[in-house]
């Protein structure tokens, strides 16, 4: 089977099939939207061609997410096709632990994969992040990813760099500005201790980041500020 194109928010019309009438229209209900659109595809044995793309289907979609009062991390979105907002709570979808920070999210690949980070009960920093293709949410363990030897207090703030280049940055348990990072290409986690690299003075307050449209000599962005 192919699919010849996508039409509308969700459904798909198919195209050729031994199976099926050419044109066939597949609607998907826009609570499961990916998940379902791929385990259905799947279980009809539907080929999407390069010059189709599902990645439509998550544009101009809007994300919250927030700490509840039950320490769950909690997702409330809204796009096209959906009659109004929608709740997931992620903590329970990945079996995550409670969270003690408030979340901080941010996406990579022109929108298309979403990433959230927070600090759980066990003062690790983890990431959640999803995409098209993928069965459901995933996490990431960034404190053992990348090694930190320095538990965070506070909040933790992510954002991305030209390239796709993650950056998580933290306040430490010593009062230090952390960063974890990627490379351009390279999913590895690292991590840095800004406070020492730009021998500033410690913080008595949690980092917030932001990303200028100028790049200095060293091909560093300028990118933190300490409340």
């Known amino acids: ?20 009438p050419a044109g066939i229209q597949f609607t998907f209900d826009p609570v499961t939207d990916i998940e379902t659109i ?17 990645t439509g289907l998550k544009n101009e979609t809007q994300h919250v997410v927030y700490r509840g009062t039950d320490d769950h991390i909690y997702e409330i979105f809204y796009g096209p096709g959906l009659p109004n907002w929608r709740m997931n709570d992620l903590t329970r979808k990945v079996a995550l632990p409670l969270a003690t920070s ?3 999210g941010y996406t990579t690949d022109a929108g298309a994969m979403q990433h959230i980070v927070y600090v759980g009960s ?3 920093i983890y990431e959640l992040f999803y995409k098209v293709g993928f069965s459901g949410w995933r996490v990431n363990d960034l ?4 090694g930190l030897t320095v538990s965070p207090v506070g909040n933790p ?11 998580v940055v ?4 010593d009062n230090h500005i952390y960063e974890l990072f990627t490379g351009p290409g390279d999913p590895k986690w690292y991590w840095n201790s800004l406070t020492q690299a ?13 990303v200028t449209d100028k790049w200095t000599a060293f091909g560093t962005p300028l990118i933190v500020a300490v409340e």
Do not use: C, E, M, W
């Open 38 to 54: 791929h385990s259905t595809l799947l279980n009809n044995d539907v080929t999407v061609p390069s010059n189709v793309s599902l």
């Open 143 to 146: 404190t053992l990813s990348a």
């Open 122 to 124: 066990n003062n690790h």
């Open 102 to 104: 408030k979340p901080s």
């Open 1 to 20: 089977i192919i699919a010849s194109q996508v039409i509308s928010q969700f459904q798909l019309i198919i195209g050729q099939s031994q199976h099926y």
């Open 157 to 167: 703030v992510g954002y991305i760099t030209p390239g796709n280049v993650q950056h």
């Open 198 to 210: 730009a021998d500033a003075p410690l913080a008595a307050g949690d980092p917030t980041a932001y």
């Open 170 to 173: 933290y306040r430490g348990t």
